[in-house]
């Protein structure tokens, strides 16, 4: 009941707030993901195996009505409203539609999120908290929390059926417990925090960015989900 709760007070923000940070829109038929940046829509199709990236200039955006945005960037147009959308296995906060024109004239339908790796300074006290315990450079692949006390972290199961490792805090207290990858919230596993401090976790392979505190300390790292 307790994770439960969790997950529906974490899972997502007023659409007019998240919009202020970064957002993050998906499909599944076909597979496509749209990264939203400051001034750069970043799209990824698969497409007979392969993947095919590009990149769109952000020209606009703007609310649409009481509970939409929409961003134009050259033969991209999105659009994302506060509905809650499902791919057929995850839920999502919000509903998003992505029309391309041009020869390749395209619309895609899909669903979109607030990537928690936003959050992950005020997650630190829940992280901490989940960490005590845990094996030196455990990967945090989600983090949210509802209060310095209290908040949801995932980690790698380990175990032959996969899935996440949940460790709820209550009242500065933590206590595990498995989730299916169906049941975990968006985003989860799409970025991959190293608590610090440490070496650099990218080793030999590339140079894991560095996260810093307020006052510039470096609290992390975040790891490439596809590695080397």
Do not use: H
């Given at each position: 009941?307790?994770?439960?709760?969790?997950?529906?007070?974490?899972?997502?923000?007023?659409?007019?707030?998240?919009?202020?940070?970064?957002?993050?829109?998906?499909?599944?038929?076909?597979?496509?993901?749209?990264?939203?940046?400051?001034?750069?829509?970043?799209?990824?199709?698969?497409?007979?195996?392969?993947?095919?990236?590009?990149?769109?200039?952000?020209?606009?955006?703007?609310?649409?009505?009481?509970?939409?945005?929409?961003?134009?960037?050259?033969?991209?147009?999105?659009?994302?409203?506060?509905?809650?959308?499902?791919?057929?296995?995850?839920?999502?906060?919000?509903?998003?539609?992505?029309?391309?024109?041009?020869?390749?004239?395209?619309?895609?339908?899909?669903?979109?999120?607030?990537?928690?790796?936003?959050?992950?300074?005020?997650?630190?006290?829940?992280?901490?908290v989940c960490l005590k315990g845990q094996e030196s450079g455990t990967a945090v692949?989600?983090?949210?929390?509802?209060?310095?006390?209290?908040?949801?972290?995932?980690?790698?199961?380990?175990?032959?059926?996969?899935?996440?490792?949940?460790?709820?805090?209550?009242?500065?207290?933590?206590?595990?417990?498995?989730?299916?990858?169906?049941?975990?919230?968006?985003?989860?596993?799409?970025?991959?925090?190293?608590?610090?401090?440490?070496?650099?976790?990218?080793?030999?392979?590339?140079?894991?960015?560095?996260?810093?505190?307020?006052?510039?300390?470096?609290?992390?790292?975040?790891?490439?989900?596809?590695?080397?």
């Open positions: 009941m307790i994770l439960s709760l969790l997950l529906a007070a974490t899972a997502a923000m007023p659409l007019q707030e998240a919009v202020k940070g970064e957002l993050a829109a998906v499909g599944a038929v076909p597979s496509w993901n749209l990264k939203i940046g400051t001034d750069t829509l970043t799209l990824t199709e698969s497409i007979d195996d392969d993947e095919k990236i590009e990149n769109f200039k952000l020209l606009s955006s703007a609310a649409s009505g009481a509970d939409a945005f929409v961003w134009k960037a050259g033969a991209l147009t999105l659009t994302i409203s506060g509905a809650t959308c499902s791919d057929g296995t995850t839920a999502y906060p919000y509903t998003s539609e992505l029309k391309i024109t041009g020869r390749k004239a395209r619309t895609l339908k899909g669903c979109a999120y607030r990537p928690w790796g936003q959050e992950v300074l005020t997650a630190l006290p829940v992280i901490d692949l989600y983090a949210a929390a509802m209060a310095p006390d209290a908040g949801l972290v995932l980690f790698n199961s380990n175990t032959e059926d996969g899935g996440f490792k949940a460790c709820t805090v209550t009242a500065g207290k933590a206590s595990m417990t498995d989730m299916a990858y169906v049941d975990a919230p968006p985003g989860a596993s799409a970025e991959i925090f190293i608590r610090g401090p440490g070496e650099n976790p990218g080793g030999e392979c590339y140079e894991a960015p560095e996260i810093k505190d307020a006052s510039g300390a470096v609290v992390g790292w975040w790891l490439d989900p596809a590695g080397c």
